[in-house]
C-alpha cells in the first residue's frame, strides 16, 4: 500500500478523546482499564490512523501564511465537494448554491427540525440509533419515534415499511431521519430499499433529513445511492448532510456542510442555522476539506476502506466462529459493528454489565449498546491497524467470553 496503516500512533496525551477519555463506570465513556493493560479504543467512532497527506499539506501551507482574521469561503471549497460528489456520488447537478455550511451534522439536523417542525413535534427514526441524535433532537424539544430495524435470514438489516407507517399515521410525523450508511448497524442501503421509503414518505407528506456522512467508508465494494438521487421527490424534499470528518478523521476541526436542492427548503435551513450567529466554519477547516477532497485525498480513501473492510470481515468472523449466541452482522459501511450480546449473557447467566467491564477491564474499550437504543449490545468501531483488532479479541477470549 502507498499510506500507512499499520503504525499504531501513540494519541495518548494529544487531545484524544478515545483514549484520554476513559471514565468510571457504565456511561457515555468506558472506565479505565486495570493496571497493566493498555486501551485499544474501539468506542469513539474516529480512526487511529494519520490522516491523508493531502489533508496535512493543505493546512501547512495556509499556516505557513500567519493571519487568521476573518475571511470569505474559497471557490476552491465548493468546487472540491462538487467534484467530489461527481466522482464519488455520481452526483452530476450539484451546484454552489445547493451546499451550506454545517457546525456538524448533528447542527445541521438541528437546523432542518427546526425549519420543519416545532418543538414538541415527534420525529421518525430507526432504531437501533445513533446516540448524536437521541440528543440532539431530544435536547431541542423534539420526540423520538424509533421504528426497529431488523435482521432477515440472511443477517441483513432491513427497515420495517409497516411499522414506519404505523409510526407515523399514529405520531402525525412529518419529519424522519436516514442514517445512510446506518450507525451502529453499518448497512448501506439499497436503491429499492430507498425507493419504498421514499414512497412512504410522500404518501404521508414526509420531509427527509438524510445523515450521509459515512457514505464515503464502504466495505468489499458495496455503493452507496444519495438518497436524493432516488427520486424527484426525493431530490426537492431531502436535507443531505455531509462532511470530510469521518472519512479523513477530522472531527476536531469541526465542518460539514449540507446539500439543499430545494430554495424554499434551502431558504429555511439556512436560516435556522444563522440564528446562531455562529454557523461557521473556521478557516483550517476549510482548507483541510480541500485537501481532502483531492485526487490523492480520493486514492487514500480507496486503501482505507480496504484495510477497514479487511479489520470489519475479521471481526465479523471471529464473533461468529468463536462466540456462538453472539448475534453480529457483517457491516456494508462505516467501520462500527454492533454485537447483541443478549442469548449468550442468558445462555451462561452472565450479567451484561459484568461482561462490559470485563471488556473494560483488559482495555478493550467498546461502546455500551444502551446508548444507541440497543440493550444488550456493543459497538465496536474497527478503525484501528488490525494488529490491535487481533489484540482485541484475544483478549476477549482470555478475559470475557470465559
Known amino acids: 500500500m502507498t ?7 501513540n494519541r495518548s496525551g494529544q487531545d484524544a478523546l478515545a483514549v484520554d477519555g476513559l ?69 452530476n447537478d450539484l451546484t454552489r448554491e445547493h451546499i451550506g455550511y454545517q457546525n456538524g451534522v448533528l447542527g445541521g439536523v438541528v437546523s432542518a427540525l427546526g425549519a420543519l417542525c416545532s418543538p414538541g413535534d415527534s420525529v421518525l427514526v430507526h432504531s437501533p440509533t445513533y446516540v448524536g441524535f437521541t440528543m440532539a433532537v431530544g435536547g431541542h424539544g423534539y420526540k423520538l419515534v424509533h421504528s426497529p430495524l431488523t435482521l432477515d435470514e440472511s443477517g441483513i438489516w432491513r427497515m420495517d415499511l409497516e411499522d414506519m407507517e404505523r409510526r407515523i399515521v399514529q405520531n402525525n410525523i412529518h419529519a424522519a431521519i436516514m442514517c445512510s450508511p446506518h450507525n451502529p448497524c453499518g448497512r448501506v442501503w439499497e436503491p429499492w430499499e430507498l425507493e419504498e421509503a421514499m414512497d412512504l414518505f410522500q404518501k404521508h407528506d414526509v420531509y427527509v433529513i438524510s445523515d450521509e456522512i459515512w457514505s464515503d467508508l464502504l466495505l468489499e465494494g458495496n455503493v452507496h445511492t444519495p438518497t436524493q438521487q432516488i427520486s424527484e421527490w426525493a431530490h426537492e424534499h431531502t436535507v443531505a448532510l455531509y462532511a470530510p470528518s469521518k472519512t479523513f478523521n477530522l472531527a476536531g476541526l469541526i465542518g460539514s456542510y449540507h446539500v439543499i436542492y430545494s430554495r424554499w427548503l434551502r431558504d429555511r435551513v439556512v436560516r435556522e442555522g444563522a440564528l446562531t450567529h455562529y454557523n461557521s466554519q473556521n478557516v483550517l477547516s476549510m482548507h483541510a476539506l ?37 448475534q453480529c452482522a457483517m457491516p456494508q459501511g462505516t467501520y462500527v459493528l454492533l454485537a447483541d450480546l443478549n442469548d449468550w449473557c442468558d445462555g451462561r447467566d452472565r450479567e451484561y454489565d459484568r461482561v462490559i467491564r470485563a471488556a473494560w477491564d483488559v482495555g478493550v474499550t467498546w461502546h455500551d449498546g444502551r446508548l444507541f437504543n440497543c440493550p444488550g449490545s456493543v459497538r465496536i468501531a474497527v478503525s484501528i491497524p488490525h494488529a490491535q483488532v487481533v489484540e482485541a479479541f484475544d483478549r476477549l477470549d482470555k478475559y470475557v467470553f470465559v
Not at 3 to 9: E, G, K, N, Q, S
Not at 306 to 317: C, D, G, M, T
Open 290 to 326: 480541500i485537501g481532502a477532497y483531492s485526487p490523492e485525498g480520493a486514492a487514500w480513501v480507496d486503501e482505507l476502506c480496504e484495510v477497514l473492510s479487511a479489520n470489519a470481515r475479521y471481526a465479523y468472523e471471529y464473533i461468529r466462529s468463536h462466540y456462538p449466541g453472539v
Open 3 to 9: 499510506y500507512d496503516f499499520t503504525t499504531a500512533l
Open 23 to 91: 471514565g468510571d463506570g457504565i456511561g457515555f465513556a468506558p472506565a479505565k482499564p486495570r493496571k497493566g493493560f493498555d486501551s485499544i479504543p474501539l468506542w469513539v467512532a474516529d480512526m487511529s490512523f494519520a490522516t491523508a497527506p493531502s489533508v496535512v499539506e493543505a493546512m501547512r501551507a495556509r499556516v505557513e501564511q500567519p493571519h487568521f482574521g476573518y475571511y470569505e469561503e474559497r471557490d476552491e471549497y465548493y468546487q472540491a465537494i462538487i467534484d467530489w460528489h461527481r466522482t464519488r456520488k455520481a452526483t
